[in-house]
C-alpha cells in the first residue's frame, strides 16, 4: 500500500496566527491524466470529517481562503494563514490515486 | 442539499455478519462512486472501500484488511450504498462513514459498530 505520512503529528498554534502541516506520499501522486490525487480533510471535535482541499490546491465549496494546498509529486503541504478558534481538530491528507486509498496520520491541531 | 445517512450498526459478535445502508438525498446518486470509510475509537481514518458509478461498471475496491469479507454495493433506485461486512472481527470495531465520490466529497455522520463478544 502507498504510505502517507504527517508532519507533525499535533501543533498548538496562537489564534491568528499561520499554520502548516506536510503530508509526504511514499508514491508519486501524479496520474497520467495530469491531474495530483491529494486531499486534505478537517475532522472537527465529535464531528464527522470534511473535505477541504482536492487534487493538491483546490478549496471545496465553502472552505474559507485562509486554506491553501500546494505540492507535487510526493511532498505536499497545507498552509492555514490565520488559524481560528474552529479551525480545532484534526486535519488528514489521503492519497486517492493508487488502491487502497490511504490516509495519513492525522495532526490535531489545538490553540495556544 | 446532499444528504447521507448511515444505519445498521451495533453490537455484533465476532465472526458473524452485519449490513451497514448509507441512504442519500439531495443529488443524482446513480452519477457517483461511493466510498466508506471507518475510524477505530481514538484513531485516524481507513479507507474501506469504494464503488464507481453504474457508468463504470460498478467496480470496486477495497483495503487489504477487508478483502474477501467486505462486499459493496449499490441500489441506484433506491439511492442506497451498502457494506455487507462479513466473519467479522474486534478489529472492525469503530465507527463507519459513507461517503460521496471515492474522495470523500460529503460525509454521513457515521454509524457505530461494536464487534465483541
Known amino acids: 500500500d502507498t504510505v502517507v505520512t504527517q508532519t507533525p503529528l499535533s501543533l498548538s498554534v496562537a489564534a491568528g496566527q499561520p499554520a502548516s502541516i506536510s503530508c509526504k506520499s511514499s508514491q508519486s501522486l501524479l496520474h497520467t491524466d495530469g491531474k495530483t490525487y491529494l486531499y486534505w480533510y478537517l475532522q472537527r471535535p465529535g464531528q464527522s470529517p470534511q473535505l477541504l482541499i482536492y487534487e493538491v490546491s483546490s478549496r471545496f465549496s465553502g472552505v474559507p481562503d485562509r486554506f491553501s494546498g500546494s505540492g507535487s509529486g510526493t511532498d505536499f503541504t497545507l498552509k492555514i494563514s490565520r488559524v481560528e478558534a474552529e479551525d480545532v481538530g484534526v486535519f488528514f491528507c489521503m492519497q486517492g490515486l493508487y488502491l487502497p486509498y490511504t490516509f495519513g496520520q492525522g495532526t490535531k491541531l489545538e490553540i495556544k | 442539499d446532499v444528504r447521507l445517512v448511515e444505519s445498521g450498526g451495533g453490537l455484533v459478535q465476532p465472526g458473524r455478519s452485519l449490513r451497514l445502508s448509507c441512504t442519500t438525498s439531495g443529488f443524482t446518486f446513480r452519477n457517483y462512486a461511493m466510498a466508506w470509510v471507518r475510524q477505530a475509537p481514538g484513531k485516524g481514518l481507513e479507507w474501506v472501500g469504494f464503488?464507481?458509478?453504474?457508468?463504470?461498471?460498478?467496480?470496486?475496491g477495497y483495503a487489504a484488511s477487508v478483502n474477501g469479507r467486505f462486499t459493496i454495493s449499490r441500489d441506484d433506485s433506491k439511492s442506497i450504498a451498502y457494506l455487507q461486512m462479513n466473519s467479522l472481527k474486534n478489529e472492525d470495531t469503530g465507527v463507519y462513514y459513507c461517503t460521496r465520490g471515492g474522495y470523500g466529497t460529503y460525509w454521513g455522520q457515521g454509524t457505530l459498530l461494536i464487534v465483541s463478544s
Open positions: 464503488i464507481r458509478s453504474t457508468k463504470y461498471g460498478e467496480t470496486t
